[in-house]
């Protein structure tokens, strides 16, 4: 399983537009990147799955450039609510599934 | 989207004593489940992965003796620390695996007296 180094934290303000890079020098070809977002005493909620190129849902953007050996997930217009930790997974979900879990980003969104 | 349940949330225990976590995926069936468990300020951990009908696979370090791992069902795995102490006390959460993504439960909060 790849293994993902991201920054272990990062403040930001209401409104902004919040980026958060993960790196995964050695993904391998069947893998998967997905970010996770976790609140205190809660489990992970998913957030956003990509392979390659740029993926958009509702929530956010998941940016991968041709190497794939990162991706930045983006969060448009940030709120206090999106304060939390934010995990990058790699891994072939095609597979067992199987993920191992960073360190993540402790996001601190202030007013 | 897919609904992962775990009961009890919260549970105190006494030293010496044993707890069954029960892990349910509420509107789908999940022929692999996880088990992970996350420390104060800490990220997950795998603990092991769980196979319905089969024995479960266990990460490096931790004790198949101690967190017994049963998966009887497509529905349900349940995972039972045996004679808990202290060092146990834990954030315990599940996870179930179906169409190339993991649902996770809202995770069970363990404290051993």
């Known amino acids: 399983l790849a293994k993902t180094t991201q920054p272990i934290s990062m403040d930001s303000y209401e409104g902004q537009e919040v980026n958060i890079t993960c790196s995964h020098n050695?993904?391998?070809?069947?893998?998967?990147i997905t970010w996770y977002q976790q609140f205190p005493s809660q489990g992970p909620r998913f957030i956003i799955q990509?392979?390659?190129t740029k993926v958009t849902n509702e929530v956010a953007s998941l940016f991968i450039p041709a190497d794939r050996k990162s991706s930045t997930l983006s969060l448009p217009r940030v709120s206090l609510s999106d304060t939390a930790v934010y995990y990058c997974?790699?891994?072939?979900?095609?597979?067992?599934?199987?993920?191992?879990f960073g360190q993540g980003t402790t996001l601190q969104v202030k007013p | 989207g897919a609904v992962v349940s775990q009961h009890p949330s919260r549970v105190i225990c006494k030293s010496g004593t044993s707890v069954k976590i029960e892990c349910r995926s509420l509107?789908?069936?999940?022929?692999?489940m996880f088990w992970y468990r996350q420390f104060p300020k800490q990220s997950l951990m795998l603990m092991a992965t769980?196979?319905?009908?089969?024995?479960?696979?266990?990460e490096q370090g931790v004790e198949k003796d101690k967190f017994l791992i049963n998966h009887a069902s497509l529905t349900l795995s349940t995972l039972t620390v045996t004679s808990a102490h202290p060092e146990d006390s834990s954030f315990y959460i599940c996870?179930?695996?179906?169409?190339?993504?993991?649902?996770f439960g809202p995770g069970t909060r363990l404290t051993v007296t």
């Open positions: 996870s179930a695996y179906t169409s190339y993504e993991q649902y």
């Open positions: 050695n993904i391998a070809t069947n893998d998967y």
């Open positions: 990509g392979y390659k």
């Open positions: 997974l790699v891994g072939d979900v095609s597979n067992t599934g199987k993920l191992i």
């Open positions: 509107d789908f069936q999940a022929t692999t």
């Open positions: 769980s196979n319905e009908g089969s024995k479960a696979t266990y």
